[in-house]
Each structure stands twice: as C-alpha cells, then as structure tokens.
C-alpha cells in the first residue's frame, strides 16, 4: 500500500465504522471482526442468543457501502432452489428463464443456518467457496465483495443439524457474541424506543473492492508468516511443539485455511488500526477466532470438560509471537 494512500483509507474506514456505530451500540469486537471479514474477503460464522444486533449490523454495513443485503431464514424445509435460484417455465413463450436466488448479493445474513439440511448448506457453502453458481449447467457469479455471515443460536439444539467439519472450515472466523452491559444496553433502549437514525452512505462497493485490494498489500513480516504456521501446526501435531499431553485431546487439527486466515486477517486488522504491515499482535488478537471451530476435540478432551479455546489458549502459551519488528535495533540504540 502506497504511504500516500493510507490517511484516505483509514479516513474512509473510520466513515464507516462511525456510521454504523450511529445505530449499533457496544459490538466493537464483534464490529471490527466484520470489518476485517469485509476487508480480508473471508466469511463470519457467528454464535449468539438473539437479540444481539447481528442482523442489524450487517444490514446497517450494507447500507453504509451501498451494497444489496439479503437475509435468508433457515428452516428444515429450505431447498438449496431456494438459495441460489432456479429455472422458470414460461407457458407463453415455451421458454425457460434463469431466476436468481438470493445469495446474489454483497453481504448475505444465513440466520440459523444449522436449522437446514446438509444439502442445503454445501449448496450456500459452495457459494462461499467458488464465488459462483452453477443453474441448469450455466455458471452465474455472484457480486463483488460478497460477504457470508452465517449465525448459529447456542440455546435450543432440538431440529438443529450440526455443521460437518469440513464446511465449517469454509468460514474464515467464528465469533462469539455476548450479552452488552448495563450502560450499553440503557443506550440500547434509549436509541430503539427514540426517533429512528438515519445512516449515511459514505463509501461505494467499488471502493471497498479498492480497500479488499490495498488489504492484498498490507506488509506481512516472513516471522509471522512463521508464527502461523507453527500455531496450526501444533493443533495436528502438537508433540512436535512440546505439548505431548495435548495430542490426546484433539481428533483433527486445523487445515491449511486457517493459516491464511490468518496472515490475510492480521493483514485486514492492520490495515484498520491505520497501518501498512502487519504487527505480532494483529495477528495473536485473531488466533481464537480463526482456530476455535477448526480444532476438533476428542472424546477424551470432551469428557474432561475443555473446549478447543482452551486449547488454543494453552498451544499460544507454548508458541511465543515473534519479536515485534525493528525492537531489537531500538535497544541497541
């Protein structure tokens, strides 16, 4: 990323995390992973009760970027026709014609996705994946950026179909969304029950398409490169780090996914904290959201009561993040 162009980025992120913030309150943690979700061209998994703003932030987004925002319930009954569209027969012209499905938008809100079968899920999943979608043998891709945050309900499992691992590691983070407090959620009450904010369009899709671009360009050090891939590599083959004790507790490590996710998250949070390369610390914030749906634990690890952030916590402790950049030459200054 050109120096020159970076106070215009930070500029134009702060836009729209402030115009959003207008009508989202508290979420940062969350907000900011959409944000590096946006930028990073990755997908959001998200786990939460309702009620906790995460359809509104990402319609409130949309409507920031000018961008088309979908929302697709999910329920048992969905077929995968219902999601990327289907072919139409027309009894006066004997012609069929191509109905589009509504994941043929920027930022698509799959709301309980665990409540739809499998075949409805690799439908969107493939989505997600190859950015297209085959009707009838034609091909339609869908629009740039495309965003896919899918959200789960933690509270009733009754008609749920859990998500196979191998789909799950399609999302580039799962974040967990908590309850506000007790000051946020008084302003919470005082903004919905008050006069409705109008939000502001202030960037276009193309240039968020330029931000995905100069996010490709954030400098990321061969150190944290490094740092990822020992992280991921000790969730397979955690002996080979010195933590013995751990290979018992986990059936599957994380893919080659999550090392991507990382460096390009580290890349995306950088790039929003007004920086062009990448810090230790960048990178370490993302390590629960990027590795804690991809490490599997075993029923050993299950029956004595962990949970794979538990694990990561205990594989970071082992795995030190690399110096940060250039310390080294201050103290010999």
Known sequence: MDQSTAPDTAQLMEQILYEVKRVVVGQDRFLERVMVAMLAQGHLLVEGVPGLAKTLTVKTLASVVQGRFKRIQFTPDLVPADLVGTRIYNQKTGDF??????????????????????????????????????????????????????????????????????????????????????????????????????????????????????????????????????????????????????????????????????????????MLRGRNYALPEDMSDLVPDVLRHRVVLSYEGLSEGLTSESLVGRIMKHIPPPARPLEHEKKVA
């Open 97 to 270: 014609s191509t109905s589009l499905g509504p994941v043929f938008a920027n930022l698509l809100l799959a709301d309980e996705i665990n409540r739809a079968p499998a075949k409805v899920q690799s439908a969107l999943l493939e989505v997600m994946q190859e950015r297209q979608v085959t009707i009838a043998g034609e091909s339609h891709k869908v629009p740039n950026p495309f965003l896919v945050m899918a959200t789960q309900n933690p509270i009733e499992t009754e008609g749920t179909y859990p998500l196979p691992e191998a789909q799950v590691d399609r999302f580039m983070m799962k974040v967990m969304v908590d309850y506000p407090s007790d000051e946020e959620e008084f302003v919470i009450v005082e903004r919905v029950t008050g006069p409705a904010v109008q939000v502001n369009a202030v960037a276009t899709t193309d240039q968020l398409a330029v931000l995905q671009a100069q996010c490709r360009q954030v400098y990321v050090d061969p150190s944290l490169v490094q740092y990822a891939v020992k992280l991921v590599s000790a969730t397979r083959t955690p002996e080979k780090h010195g933590i013995k004790d751990m290979a018992r507790l986990i059936t599957f490590g994380a893919s080659p996914r999550a090392t991507i996710g990382l460096v390009e998250g580290a890349r995306a949070l950088a």
